[in-house]
């Protein structure tokens, strides 16, 4: 899997969940700390193409995957094919 780049802040949960499924599954990932790195939800939606009103935004590589739910659905499909 492409690196894992989670846009979230310290103090949300779903943030803390998708980072807590990545060290679980081993993948490689960035957390980026918008508080800490002065990034907006604005400079986010600029970045995917579309507007951004909740953290965590989860990218796989450059494909925008969406909130914790998203990912998590990602994930389990992705698991998913491995097995077929």
Not at 53 to 68: A, N, S
């Amino acid at each position: 899997m492409d690196r894992v780049t989670i846009y979230g802040r310290m103090s949300c949960g779903f943030c803390v969940r998708a980072r807590q499924l990545c060290e679980i599954k081993g993948y490689d990932f960035q957390f980026v700390d918008m508080i800490a790195e002065g990034i907006s939800k604005a400079d986010i939606g600029e970045r995917i193409g579309r507007p951004v009103y909740t953290v965590p935004q989860i990218l796989v590589g450059d494909q925008h995957i969406g909130g914790f739910t998203e990912f998590a659905i990602y994930v389990q499909q992705r698991e998913a094919a491995s097995l077929a």
